[in-house]
């Protein structure tokens, strides 16, 4: 009885988006012969070859030039020398963390911008009258400016308190002059906080 032959891998076509995330990631060179574009076309090589079991993951793939590839056949990557591989390793690594990175920064401004309005809509409720049917208030771009730069150097509630502050104080008088009591509290919280100054005392 004829034995039957196991069925190969069968290799999957890589997207164009993963090919240049791999080349990205491997600076657009060569890891074989370090060769750049445009003396040479690139590709994408897979470490375990797909004939041995190897898979279309990132960690799976490196940037090969095609002279290189071809001639590598299935072989698996023993002539990338160990730096390299290290290498790469230490590339995974810094873009993965520069990624969170962006991320966090990203949801942390996103935050700010949040309170930066919740803190609006409190500051011209606290403005409203009757002839002011408006639920939603944005701040100036230099106010949003100054409110986001409090916020970064003080807890949020320290800010609000700063706003209840300065409304208590000056809300019956011009929302400039209400605007300048308030920035000026919470520079003096800012003052405070950092120990620049030993007794804050509130403006007058």
Same mark, same amino acid.
């Given at each position: 009885?004829?034995?039957?032959? &196991?069925?190969?891998?069968?290799?999957?076509?890589?997207?164009?988006?993963?090919?240049?995330?791999?080349?990205?990631?491997?600076?657009?060179?060569?890891?074989?012969?370090?060769?750049?574009?445009?003396?040479?076309?690139?590709?994408?090589?897979?470490?375990?070859?797909?004939?041995?079991?190897? &898979?279309?993951?990132?960690?799976?793939?490196?940037?090969?030039?095609?002279?290189?590839?071809?001639?590598?056949?299935?072989?698996?990557?023993?002539?990338?020398?160990?730096?390299?591989?290290?290498?790469?390793?230490?590339?995974?690594?810094?873009?993965?963390?520069?990624?969170?990175?962006?991320?966090?920064?990203?949801?942390?401004?996103?935050?700010?911008?949040?309170?930066?309005?919740?803190?609006?809509?409190?500051?011209?409720?606290?403005?409203?009258?009757?002839?002011?049917?408006?639920?939603?208030?944005?701040?100036?771009?230099?106010?949003?400016?100054?409110?986001?730069?409090?916020?970064?150097?003080?807890?949020?509630?320290?800010?609000?308190?700063?706003?209840?502050?300065?409304?208590?104080?000056?809300?019956?008088?011009?929302?400039?002059? &209400?605007?300048?009591?308030?920035?000026?509290?919470?520079?003096?919280?800012?003052?405070?906080?950092?120990?620049?100054?030993?007794?804050?005392?509130?403006?007058?």
């Amino acid at each position: 009885m004829a034995r039957k032959s &196991t069925p190969k891998p069968r290799r999957q076509t890589l997207s164009k988006r993963l090919r240049f995330e791999i080349f990205k990631r491997d600076q657009f060179k060569c890891v074989y012969c370090g060769r750049t574009p445009p003396s040479i076309i690139l590709c994408c090589d897979h470490v375990l070859a797909v004939a041995n079991g190897g &898979t279309n993951e990132e960690h799976n793939l490196v940037t090969s030039c095609i002279d290189c590839n071809q001639g590598k056949s299935d072989h698996s990557l023993d002539s990338i020398p160990d730096s390299t591989i290290g290498s790469l390793a230490q590339q995974k690594e810094k873009s993965e963390q520069l990624l969170a990175a962006n991320e966090w920064l990203r949801d942390q401004r996103l935050h700010l911008e949040t309170i930066c309005n919740d803190l609006g809509n409190l500051w011209w409720n606290n403005w409203a009258t009757s002839k002011r049917q408006i639920n939603k208030y944005t701040w100036g771009i230099n106010p949003s400016r100054s409110v986001m730069l409090f916020l970064r150097k003080l807890p949020a509630e320290k800010v609000r308190e700063a706003i209840d502050i300065s409304l208590n104080n000056f809300g019956h008088k011009a929302e400039y002059k &209400t605007w300048k009591y308030f920035c000026a509290v919470a520079w003096n919280m800012i003052r405070e906080s950092e120990g620049k100054i030993a007794d804050s005392k509130t403006p007058q």
